[in-house]
């Protein structure tokens, strides 16, 4: 098992920025091979992965929140970043990181709260 730990979330003004952090501890195998992404679920609603990196560096992300995060992971230390811009008050949520694929996934971390005010 890898162990995902999250940082790096605060209390923001709409407009702001935010860098959240993952780190991976465990197995470095299972981190420096496969699709990494973060998750976000706000009070209500199910968690939804708002952005994606492959192994090799390709990133994806959620209409909701393209051209304002960039996904980048660093394969030497183990860790995922989430670069945050232009946060909107929509973008409040509980932050995790896992594996992409379903079947790879680890057991979740605790997350880091993102709460954005307008």
């Known amino acids: 098992q890898v162990q995902l730990v999250e940082s790096g979330g605060g209390l923001v003004q709409a407009g702001g920025s935010l860098r959240l952090s993952c780190a991976a501890s465990?197995?470095?195998?299972?981190?420096?091979?496969?699709?990494m992404g973060w998750y976000r679920q706000a009070p209500g609603k199910q968690r939804e992965l708002v952005a994606g990196?492959?192994?090799?560096?390709?990133?994806n992300y959620a209409e909701s929140v393209k051209g304002r995060f960039s996904i980048s992971r660093d394969n030497v230390k183990n860790t995922v970043y989430l670069q945050m811009n232009s946060l909107k008050p929509e973008d409040t949520a509980l932050y995790y990181c896992?594996?992409?694929?379903?079947?790879?996934?680890?057991?979740w971390g605790q997350g880091t709260q993102v709460t954005v005010s307008s």
């Open positions: 896992n594996m992409v694929s379903p079947l790879l996934q680890q057991n």
């Open positions: 465990g197995t470095g195998t299972i981190f420096r091979g496969n699709a």
């Open positions: 990196i492959t192994s090799g560096g390709y990133t």
